[in-house]
């Protein structure tokens, strides 16, 4: 029993979704019938409330019933507007898309999304972390120096932060293995951050040629990505995959 369930706590949402399906239509296929052949005519022993006084003499439904002499009588045209019905109720079905949880899931007219589309047209980036570079004059400078010195509260910060998975996941990508703060991301479900980590984690196994490595985490992303429609970070994987051809 310990077993089964650390295997379904394991499953992927979509593994979830098919567990919980596959064991409904199991059911609906295998006890259902059963129960109904063991219930037989007493299945209809228990009345509901008011449900009885809707049939007729004879045990027939009334509303049923009329609606089936109507259907029987006019076939055709019943199927046509049963089909015209289904269609209307399943249209707004096509409006559906699937995208990745980001800025592009929010109205555009958000003032905080304005702000952030400024931003990325005056700063144009990838879906990976930005990397800072200082341009001084002299780098040994005592106002250079100061200013990157405060880079090292983020250690003392991360040195003493309660532990959590978020903490966590930021020591090991400050540390310069995103690949395992990117599973470490994966077992906490954020699978956007995840995938996001996994693309920073094979630029850098690409600049190191290490490119076997680049090439699983690269996988990894894409498959999040392709299974969400999250066409840009798509493009990007797909550039990244190809120079580490």
Known sequence: MFGLDDWIAGLSDEGSIAVVVAVAVLGSLTVLPALLSKLGDRVDRLRVPLVGR???DDGEGRIWGAIVDRV???????????TAVLVALAAPALQLKLAADGPESFPKGLEVIKAYDRMQEAFPGAALPAT???KAADV??????AALDRLDELDEFLGTAPPTVWI?????HHAGTPA???????RAGSRTDAAR???TAAERYQAAARHAEADEQLHEALAFYRGVGATRYVRLGERLLAASA
Do not use: F, G, H, W
């Open 54 to 56: 809707l049939r007729r």
């Open 72 to 82: 029987l009588r006019r076939p055709v045209l019943s199927a046509a507007a049963a």
């Open 132 to 134: 800072v570079v200082v």
């Open 140 to 145: 040994e400078a005592p106002a250079v120096q």
């Open 168 to 172: 966590e996941a930021a020591r090991l």
């Open 180 to 186: 395992a703060a990117a599973e470490v991301l994966q």
């Open 197 to 199: 980590t996994r693309l």
